[in-house]
């Protein structure tokens, strides 16, 4: 009977083991320098252009201006919360879980037509190019 409950319980660790996926990332795709042409209010979004971003209690990022750059590990089972900042003060904030998409690589990003920050499935968005 020992037996039978040990090995029961053996595979139960292993079953656990392997239904767990790998942690989250969102990348972040970089902005210009100036506001590109198709801007629909540039000066109402951040006229200085200084953009930084906070993702949960990390520190305060300056938004890239050539390369994407990746947040890794971030949790699967909880909500996370994005600050857009300009010149340190809060612009834009959103809360989301990877629940809500069918991918656990995601991309933020700045719609150059409304000037917010969006969220999307990374491999829907080309601008994004972490790796």
């Given amino acids: 009977m020992?037996?039978?409950?040990?090995l029961a319980l053996s595979v139960l660790v292993c079953l656990t083991g392997f239904g767990r996926t790998q942690p989250g990332s969102l990348c972040v795709a970089p902005i210009p320098e100036e506001p590109p042409s198709t801007a629909g209010t540039p000066e109402l979004f951040?006229?200085?252009?200084?953009?930084?971003?906070?993702?949960?209690?990390?520190?305060?990022?300056?938004?890239?201006?050539s390369d994407s750059f990746k947040f890794s590990?971030?949790?699967?089972?909880?909500?996370?919360r994005v600050v857009v900042l300009c010149d340190g003060?809060?612009?834009?904030?959103?809360?989301?879980?990877?629940?809500?998409?069918?991918?656990?690589?995601?991309?933020l990003f700045i719609?150059?037509?409304y000037q917010t920050a969006q969220l999307w499935e990374a491999k829907r968005s080309q601008w994004c190019r972490c790796n």
């Fill in 73 to 80: 590990s971030l949790e699967l089972d909880r909500t996370h």
């Fill in 2 to 6: 020992r037996a039978a409950t040990a």
């Fill in 46 to 65: 951040c006229h200085s252009g200084k953009l930084s971003l906070r993702i949960d209690g990390l520190p305060t990022t300056p938004w890239p201006r």
């Fill in 111 to 113: 719609n150059d037509l």
């Fill in 89 to 107: 003060k809060a612009q834009q904030s959103f809360r989301f879980r990877f629940s809500e998409y069918k991918s656990n690589e995601l991309c």
